[in-house]
């Protein structure tokens, strides 16, 4: 089994989130950044669960500067076999979704995973878009895989439920909670990931679909109020009249 895990890296969910350049740009001094926990824990940890039973190679891709190297060690010392890194600078989901397709179209992969989103961004459209270039069936929202042969049994995250397919062949997949589970790289997993293979291929040409106007901050939450219980009267008009919800 041959599987790509695509992987990004995220600003730690404790980071506090400021803009600079007019609000034009994400102020990164000072974060700390992680391995997007949907890539990680999820999309890599049930592609390694694939490989160690049936065999094969998992390959993790990242299109990013060299600072991003750190997840991807990460990643090979949870247990990834190799990774490429495409250096360039992402501006938007197509380009990263470019990039990953122009090495990917040539490679045979079983399974092309992805996490349901980045926590910054939460866009989705990554998955999506490497499924539309390949011209390969598209899974999004999956949260439990098997494979038999060249048959993959998904259940998905639907509204209000679950929804389970079976696909044949290729496909592309994007990994939500349940998927797997959290995976803590070990002492013999960070050594082996400083001598496994990482490769730094030039980006191609892109132009990019989404330009950023600028960020906004949403507002403040409010206080919460505690009503009494017994005192139905004043919840009603509390709805009534400040929720309007009523």
């Known amino acids: 089994m041959n599987l790509l895990v ?16 007019d609000n034009t740009e994400y102020n990164s001094d000072g974060v700390n ?3 997007n926990p949907y890539d990680e824990w999820y999309a890599l940890v049930r592609a390694l669960e694939l490989t160690e039973s049936s065999g094969g190679n998992v390959t993790v891709i990242n299109v990013g500067p060299s600072s991003n190297d750190i997840i991807i060690r990460k990643a090979l010392a949870i247990g990834a076999n190799d990774a490429v890194r495409i250096d360039g600078e992402s501006p938007d989901a197509f380009f990263t979704a470019s990039q990953i397709v122009a090495f990917a179209k040539d490679k045979n992969y ?5 996490g349901k989103e980045t926590i910054d961004y939460n866009g989705s459209g990554v998955g999506a878009m490497i499924a539309e270039l390949l011209e390969l069936p598209y899974i999004s929202y999956a949260t ?8 993959s049994t998904v259940t998905r995250d639907i509204e209000g439920g ?3 397919c079976e696909v044949s062949g290729p496909f592309v997949l994007s990994a939500a909670k349940g998927l797997a589970e959290q995976r803590i ?6 050594m082996m990931a400083k001598s496994k293979p990482l490769v730094v291929i030039p980006p191609i040409t892109v132009t990019s679909k989404v330009s950023t106007v600028k960020f906004v901050l949403p507002a403040a939450k409010g ?3 505690l009503i009494d219980p017994d005192n139905m009267d004043e919840l009603v008009r509390l709805l009534h009249e400040e929720a309007k919800v009523i």
């Open 6 to 21: 695509c992987i990004s890296k995220t600003p730690d969910t404790t980071s506090k989130i400021s803009f600079k350049n």
């Open 33 to 35: 950044f992680i391995m």
């Open 110 to 114: 079983d399974i092309i995973l992805t």
């Open 144 to 151: 439990h895989l098997e494979v038999n042969g060249t048959i």
């Open 162 to 164: 679950e929804e389970v």
């Open 185 to 190: 790289p070990n002492m013999k997993g960070i």
């Open 223 to 225: 206080g919460v109020k």
